[in-house]
């Protein structure tokens, strides 16, 4: 398979190399950025909708403050040059949506499509 022992140590960027995967953390990225989509989609008045565009006021505790999924989905929108206006915009058309955040399903279906197109014509030439 891919021929690695235990004690070899081994980069997660070589493994995905490797194996032809997308790291995990760009996996992450695609599903959580679907799912602001999704929900950015939805009412106004609608609890997670509300939650997601939620500020919430008062005095934090102490320590490192944690990364809520806003803020990550900030950094994500200064990676694109989007604001948080642009986005909820964008979020009404699907497809436009699908194109900005780079959803890997319409790659697959459309790589999927020009190998099944590839595979006719190889039958074609061998008749």
Do not use: F, Y
């Not at 760009?26 to 999704?38: A, D, Q, S, V």
């Not at 990364?67 to 694109?80: G, S």
């Not at 959803?103 to 790589?111: A, E, H, Q, V």
């Amino acid at each position: 398979m891919t021929t690695i022992r235990w004690p070899d140590t081994v980069s997660n960027n070589v493994l995905c190399e490797r194996t032809n995967q997308i790291p995990a953390e760009e996996e992450i990225r695609k599903k959580r950025c679907k799912w602001i989509g999704h929900t950015l989609r939805k009412a106004s008045d609608c609890v997670t909708r509300q939650a997601l565009t939620w500020n919430p006021e008062g005095e934090r505790k102490r320590g490192r403050p944690r990364n809520p999924l806003r803020r990550e989905m900030e950094i994500d929108m200064k990676k694109m040059n989007k604001n948080w206006m642009d986005l909820e915009k964008k979020a009404q058309d699907r497809v436009g949506w699908r194109m900005l955040v780079g959803n890997s399903s319409s790659s697959s279906s459309s790589s999927s499509s020009s190998s099944s197109s590839s595979s006719s014509s190889s039958s074609s030439s061998s008749s």
